[in-house]
């Protein structure tokens, strides 16, 4: 049984293509077979974070229009089994997406056998963030403890809950999972960031994981290597957390709690 | 945190506990306008409400409200109909 799983904010800059692709990896390391397709056509970027960059030669606009197989334009990761990329393309216009080929692309990838299609939406709520939302089973609401992103993300899963095929055809609702990323626990301590709690009390949603704001993220996107391969780093490891949830597992929230500093160490430290 | 700032208060509130009770208002509107994204049937449904009640009592069109409220667990469907005063025109269809 496949299943379409977006990976969406409202808001840029959050997260989403560094979340699509340490999600997708997770679950292809969990022995799912798995493609993670990037719906920001025009500006692909998820070809950079996944290292496959100068593999690319067909894109998804391409197998829509007919101009290349599927089989042709998908990209087998190396490091990675039974992880595949479907880049976006980078030069022709935004209406090359259309509803109907999409459609016919998840059908071609569910005959192949994929057990999870991840779409990582680009930023905002136009065209190309709705057609990545549109078939979807499952979403991943990407936010940040931050005003504007939280607005944004209720603004999406609005959307999500009215716009989407599920919606439309009347079937049950899009399974939506709320992943707080850049969470930076000392600046909840001091009462300047947005808490876990403040989020979910706000939203409303299930909560899949909280990744900690880490060097580990900016690090792997030099690399071109999904954060979650690097598994004794922070992200990585809340990263992996997250896919064991997705899987049904139950595993405890970490990485939420600051350590707690001593006298000394308060009086002394300088930030 | 240095040696001074443990004798400064803090100039404000938590900045935290403001920006959490903008968003609480402003979503709150942002989801009782619609904006929030009301199922996609529903003014079609309302249509035919509206019409299935008119079979049988005359009511103005801002006779019928329809709400839909989002809780934490579940959504509320909200039908409200003021039916007209008594001997005022029942039973029209006849």
Known sequence: MSKVLVVTSGKGGVGKTTTSAAISSGLAMAGKKTVVIDFDVGLRNLDLIMGVERRVVYDIVNVIQGEAGLNQALIRHKEVDNLYVLPASQTKDKDALTEEGVGEVLDKLKEEGFDYVVCDSPAGIERGAQLAMYYADEAIVVSNPEISSVRDSDRMLGILASKSRRAKDGETAIREHLLITRYAPARVGTGDMLSVEDMLEILAVPLLGVIPESGAVLQASNAGRPVILDENTDAGQAYADAVARLLGEDRPMRFIETEKKSLLGRLFSRS | ?94
């Open chain 2, 1 to 94: 945190m240095g040696l001074l700032d443990i004798f400064r208060s803090r100039p404000q509130g938590p900045s935290a506990k403001m920006a959490k009770e903008r968003l609480q208002i402003l979503i709150a509107h942002e989801r009782a306008t619609g904006q929030h994204g009301a199922p996609h049937y529903l003014p079609a449904m309302q249509q035919e409400i509206l019409e299935v009640i008119r079979k049988y009592v005359h009511v103005e069109d801002d006779a019928v409200k329809f709400e839909v409220e989002h809780n934490e667990q579940f959504e509320l469907f909200e039908l409200n109909i003021t039916l007209p005063e008594k001997g005022e025109a029942s039973r029209q269809a006849d």
